[in-house]
């Protein structure tokens, strides 16, 4: 499927196909312009050292059509140096591990829970990886390469010949894409329009609406909302696009943007339609999160940062050789991502295939003093008087 926007938030996506929005995020087009690198043989010399976030991404000022605040823009350098970090400190370093056979009981578990790739714990004593829980490191391993490539101006996606989207844009808020009511006249009946969409809803005072497009200037491109919904739905009003009201961010991989949502920023968002109060901010990374032993849930360690990681694999992973293209449809939350990888239809692919599988283990690493393997944060002596061959299921959230 040829997706096109996509969204990280409370257990829920979206994504846009070439003329529409579906609900998650996008994958790539033949219209994308994609570095010659074979990710399966990173470049040499080695990537160098970390640049500033703005000459990785255009990052628009323009708050007012979706640009970031200055102190946005800091907070976004944090989350974003902290998601590399992230990446090279924690996550293919556990890659590493496991290969070796060197794993912790906590790290070999979040390997099996979330992708199906069975640690040393499992595997017991001496027990090698099997061939395909090694090729599956491998696809784990390119796409977090991917993302170190790109984050040093490596690996880059344009759209077509424009300029203007040579680099991967950033913004802060919604109002850069254009709600638009498109339609044409009906052949048949040239006295009546013919709307793109053929759904149409009624607000409560009764006026007939059709459901029309967004717009990206920057890019040209449209996109279509995420549903032909027959009535408005309240979670995604129009003027917070596929953000919707529980989004914390969007990928568009065809127009080549990320978006930070109004959720993850907190306080009041004024779309100048609506005012929305969003609460408080998400904190800037992981590690600010304080963590309660036992009481902690793990879907509960959002940071922007890792919103980021969720974002960077959309926009890394577009078919290209050595990477599995993960778009929609996708799954939120651990418990569900438990089951993407291990559950009755599920399989280490659309593990792969599922960005959240991915932010999940990065923050559970950068918190491996605690062992989250049932979703909580457990002290590693918890499971040490258990059986080892733990079920591989994930208990619940907590009730809020």
Not at 216 to 236: H, L, Q
Not at 248 to 254: D, Q
Not at 386 to 393: E, G, N, V, Y
Request: charge should be negative.
């Amino acid at each position: 499927m040829s997706h096109f926007i996509v969204k990280f938030g409370l257990f829920l996506a979206f994504s846009w196909t070439a003329l529409a929005i579906d609900s998650q995020y996008v994958s790539g087009s033949s219209s994308d312009e994609r570095s010659p690198i074979d990710l399966r043989n990173p470049p040499n010399p080695p990537l160098g050292p970390l640049p500033n976030l703005q000459a990785i991404f255009d990052i628009s000022q323009d708050v007012p059509n979706g640009g970031c605040s200055p102190q946005q823009i800091s907070i976004l350098e944090t989350a974003f140096k902290a998601c590399i970090a992230n990446v090279e400190q924690q996550l293919l370093p556990a890659i590493a591990q496991m290969r070796a056979g060197t794993d912790s009981a906590a790290t070999g578990w979040m390997f099996s829970y979330l992708f199906a790739i069975s640690g040393s714990a499992k595997r017991g004593p001496n027990v090698p990886l099997s061939s395909n829980d090694e090729g599956s490191l491998g696809l784990l391993e390119n796409t977090l390469n991917a993302i170190l490539q790109h984050s040093r101006g490596i690996l880059k996606f344009g759209i077509g010949n424009n300029p203007a989207v040579v680099k991967t844009r950033l913004y802060c808020s919604p109002s850069w894409l254009k709600f638009q009511d498109i339609y044409f006249p009906d052949p048949g009946n040239p006295t009546q329009p013919h709307y793109l969409m053929s759904q149409k809803w009624k607000d409560a005072q009764g006026n007939s609406n059709e459901i029309g497009l967004y717009f990206d200037a920057v890019s040209g491109i449209y996109a279509e909302t995420e549903a032909r919904r027959s009535a408005p739905d309240p979670n995604f009003p129009l003027d917070l696009a596929s953000c919707g009201v529980n989004g914390f961010g969007i990928t568009g991989v065809r127009m080549n943007a990320v978006m930070i949502c109004p959720l993850s920023w907190g306080g009041q968002y004024n779309s100048g339609q609506n005012i929305y109060n969003f609460g408080a901010r998400l904190p800037a990374t992981t590690s600010e999160v304080t963590i309660a032993q036992d009481i902690t849930y793990i879907d509960d360690l959002r940071s922007i940062a890792q919103t980021l990681l969720h974002e960077y694999l959309h926009v890394v992973a577009r078919g290209q050789d050595g990477i599995l293209d993960v778009s929609g449809p996708e799954i939120y939350g651990y418990p569900d991502c438990v089951n993407v990888a291990n559950g009755p239809s599920g399989s280490t692919d659309e593990a792969l295939g599922n960005p959240d599988n991915f932010a999940i283990l990065g923050s559970a690493l950068l918190k491996s003093t605690y062992d989250w393997r049932d979703g909580y944060a457990r002290n590693p002596s918890f499971w040490a008087a258990r059986q080892p061959s733990t079920p591989l299921t994930a208990r619940p959230p907590p009730s809020r």
